[in-house]
């Protein structure tokens, strides 16, 4: 089962991730973007963790939701409304049970992704985070405990932007030019999944 | 990096405390990041909120005043603002006849302004929405997030902002609003890449001797390189571009725009060419207003941005209007 510590340590562990890949996302951005995905995401989840710190949500879908509130309301960009989006969902499908399984932290997620991909329109394919989050919750469906695969195919994922063509957010002026580069939003992503496999590894640690 | 800041991470802050210095005929919100008309609420009035990525000064900041915008919600650097921003915003400046929120066609900025307009909406505001799309650079296809709005943001600003002045309701503010943005079509050329206090380098690398064109407001690369051109070849190649995707039947309001770290001097020189070559095409052009008004932090280069004009879109053109950063006719 995973408790409410589960996802405080996963929370936590990736923004300790985003704190030290900002400057990777930052340059990533630069090359097809506008250089700031790094910074603010950085930005968001340190206010996720001051959050978490000072109001101390009680059950795992309190702990998304309000890591998602705190996203939307200190990103900006599209990345704020997309991954606050993801958290909040996955969030509300967990209710306010105290503890939950790994098939219902499946079942969440997709409910994230299916929620983020109706938000920004895009589907896998189109060079966006879609790319990293699809292929981590096809694994974790067919494998719900086995969060290690789930990060490995998140950041296969991630790899597998370099030659696409982006069609959605800005990259997609750039047409064929945007060939040749990681997506930034997909890279923060897989860095969000490889925290879950993460903060199972380090259970019992503190938070 | 030589930058005239302190850190990164206090860019925009800093800036709008130099804002409320400056100009003490607006409220400047540094916290909560909301740059007011300090009259708002005016009663009987529409409001206009606008807002998007610092680093394209004047916009929206310095567009906030009579005759034009009610309110501005300036981003971090290139990155839209917080759905909370916009929802102040839209509470301090509604008297009850509903606000208009002005968008530029971004994914980070549609994102936040509709989740914005859901909150506002339950909070009680009556919104309407105009969005910003007119850089012909950007092929408007499912290929992409379609066109980028930049230069119309102005046009959009100025002519709504006189139309709410008026006393027009929300419906009306809105269809003028929306009016301008159909007629209204932008072209740009960087010769120069932008540096980021974030990223502390250009964020693209642009040889001297070459320059981007069909480039953005965000220091992104553009649709093509080249080699350098003359002024007269950029602004020929600039207004054909505007001219192909959309051929205006009567005079143009006309701005040429400088990007951030191009000089008047050479600007109105382009501000000639541009004119030379809309006199070649046939187009009359009715207004002219040449500066750095949608810019791009230190990136070098130009845009042009052309409005087909009609008698209501010149008067509220010509209409009063008292900003930081455009004014005239009182």
Same mark, same amino acid.
């Given at each position: 089962?995973?408790?409410?510590?589960?996802?405080?340590?996963?929370?936590?562990?990736?923004?300790?991730?985003?704190?030290?890949?900002? $400057?990777?996302?930052?340059?990533?951005?630069?090359?097809?973007?506008?250089?700031?995905?790094?910074?603010?995401?950085?930005?968001?989840?340190?206010?996720?963790?001051?959050?978490?710190?000072?109001?101390? $949500?009680?059950?795992?879908?309190?702990?998304?939701?309000?890591?998602?509130?705190?996203?939307?309301?200190?990103?900006?960009?599209?990345?704020?409304?997309?991954?606050?989006?993801?958290? =909040?969902?996955?969030?509300?499908?967990?209710?306010?049970?105290?503890?939950?399984?790994?098939?219902?932290?499946?079942?969440?997620?997709?409910?994230?992704?299916?929620?983020?991909?109706?938000?920004?329109?895009? =589907?896998?394919?189109?060079?966006?985070?879609?790319?990293?989050?699809? $292929?981590?919750?096809?694994?974790?469906?067919?494998?719900?405990?086995?969060?290690?695969?789930?990060?490995?195919?998140?950041?296969?994922?991630?790899?597998?932007?370099?030659?696409?063509?982006?069609?959605?957010?800005?990259?997609?002026?750039?047409?064929?030019?945007?060939?040749?580069?990681?997506?930034?939003?997909?890279?923060?992503?897989?860095?969000?999944?490889?925290?879950?496999?993460?903060?199972?590894?380090?259970?019992?640690?503190? $938070? | 990096?030589?930058?005239?800041?302190?850190?990164?991470?206090?860019?925009?802050?800093? %800036?709008?405390?130099?804002?409320? %210095?400056?100009?003490?005929?607006?409220?400047?919100?540094?916290?909560?990041?909301?740059?007011?008309?300090?009259?708002?609420?005016?009663?009987?009035?529409?409001?206009?909120?606008?807002?998007?990525?610092?680093?394209?000064?004047?916009?929206?900041?310095?567009?906030?005043?009579?005759?034009?915008?009610? %309110?501005?919600?300036?981003?971090?650097?290139?990155?839209?603002?917080?759905?909370?921003?916009?929802?102040?915003?839209?509470?301090?400046?509604?008297?009850?006849?509903?606000?208009?929120?002005?968008?530029?066609?971004?994914?980070?900025?549609?994102?936040?302004?509709?989740?914005?307009?859901?909150?506002?909406?339950?909070?009680?505001?009556?919104?309407?929405?105009?969005?910003?799309?007119?850089?012909?650079?950007?092929?408007?296809?499912?290929?992409?997030?379609?066109?980028?709005?930049?230069?119309?943001?102005?046009?959009?600003?100025?002519?709504?902002?006189?139309?709410?002045?008026?006393?027009?309701?929300?419906?009306?503010?809105?269809?003028?609003?929306?009016?301008?943005?159909?007629?209204?079509?932008?072209?740009?050329?960087?010769?120069?890449?932008?540096?980021?206090?974030?990223?502390?380098?250009?964020?693209?690398?642009?040889?001297?001797?070459?320059?981007?064109?069909?480039?953005?407001?965000?220091?992104?690369? /553009?649709?093509?390189?080249?080699?350098?051109?003359?002024?007269?070849?950029?602004?020929?190649?600039?207004?054909?571009?505007?001219?192909?995707?959309?051929?205006?039947?009567?005079?143009?309001?006309?701005?040429?725009? /400088?990007?951030?770290?191009?000089?008047?001097?050479?600007?109105?020189?382009?501000?000639?060419?541009?004119?030379?070559?809309?006199?070649?095409?046939?187009?009359?052009?009715?207004?002219?207003?040449?500066?750095?008004?949608?810019?791009?932090?230190?990136?070098? /280069?130009?845009?042009?941005?052309?409005?087909?004009?009609?008698?209501?879109?010149?008067?509220?053109?010509?209409?009063?209007?008292?900003?930081?950063?455009?004014?005239?006719?009182?």
């Amino acid at each position: 089962m995973l408790d409410t510590d589960f996802f405080r340590r996963w929370l936590t562990l990736c923004a300790g991730s985003v704190e030290r890949e900002a $400057p990777r996302l930052t340059e990533l951005d630069a090359a097809i973007g506008d250089a700031d995905h790094g910074a603010n995401l950085r930005r968001g989840f340190a206010a996720v963790t001051a959050a978490l710190d000072r109001d101390a $949500p009680g059950s795992p879908g309190a702990v998304l939701l309000l890591a998602g509130r705190q996203l939307i309301a200190t990103v900006g960009g599209a990345s704020g409304p997309l991954y606050g989006t993801l958290l =909040r969902s996955a969030g509300k499908a967990l209710g306010d049970a105290p503890e939950v399984t790994p098939a219902e932290l499946a079942a969440a997620l997709r409910e994230g992704v299916t929620a983020v991909a109706g938000l920004g329109g895009a =589907r896998p394919g189109d060079k966006t985070m879609l790319d990293a989050l699809e $292929p981590a919750v096809v694994a974790l469906a067919g494998a719900p405990e086995a969060f290690g695969r789930a990060a490995a195919a998140a950041a296969e994922g991630a790899l597998a932007t370099v030659p696409m063509r982006a069609r959605k957010g800005r990259a997609s002026y750039l047409g064929e030019r945007s060939m040749g580069h990681q997506d930034p939003g997909a890279t923060s992503s897989a860095l969000l999944v490889a925290a879950l496999a993460e903060a199972e590894r380090t259970e019992g640690e503190a $938070p | 990096m030589r930058m005239l800041i302190n850190v990164p991470e206090t860019v925009v802050p800093d %800036a709008l405390r130099g804002m409320a %210095a400056a100009h003490p005929e607006l409220t400047v919100d540094v916290e909560n990041r909301v740059i007011l008309r300090r009259d708002a609420p005016v009663a009987g009035k529409v409001g206009l909120v606008s807002g998007g990525g610092s680093g394209h000064e004047p916009l929206h900041g310095g567009f906030v005043g009579p005759g034009m915008l009610s %309110a501005a919600c300036p981003g971090e650097v290139f990155t839209s603002p917080v759905p909370t921003q916009m929802v102040r915003a839209a509470a301090a400046v509604d008297s009850g006849q509903g606000v208009l929120f002005v968008v530029k066609n971004y994914t980070g900025d549609v994102l936040n302004f509709d989740m914005a307009a859901e909150l506002a909406e339950e909070e009680g505001v009556r919104l309407a929405k105009v969005l910003v799309d007119d850089d012909v650079a950007v092929a408007d296809s499912t290929f992409t997030a379609g066109r980028r709005g930049t230069g119309a943001t102005l046009f959009v600003e100025k002519i709504a902002g006189a139309a709410a002045e008026e006393g027009a309701p929300l419906e009306q503010v809105a269809a003028v609003a929306r009016r301008v943005n159909e007629r209204s079509r932008s072209f740009g050329v960087a010769l120069g890449a932008v540096t980021t206090p974030a990223l502390g380098k250009p964020t693209f690398d642009l040889p001297p001797g070459e320059l981007e064109l069909g480039i953005g407001i965000h220091g992104e690369p /553009g649709r093509e390189r080249r080699a350098m051109m003359t002024s007269r070849e950029i602004a020929d190649y600039s207004v054909d571009t505007v001219l192909e995707d959309r051929r205006p039947t009567g005079p143009v309001l006309l701005l040429v725009n /400088g990007m951030g770290a191009t000089p008047l001097l050479e600007l109105y020189g382009f501000a000639a060419e541009v004119h030379r070559r809309l006199a070649e095409r046939g187009v009359a052009v009715a207004r002219t207003l040449v500066g750095n008004y949608v810019t791009s932090l230190d990136m070098a /280069g130009c845009s042009v941005t052309l409005c087909q004009a009609d008698e209501e879109l010149l008067r509220l053109w010509d209409a009063p209007v008292r900003t930081a950063a455009l004014r005239w006719g009182r």
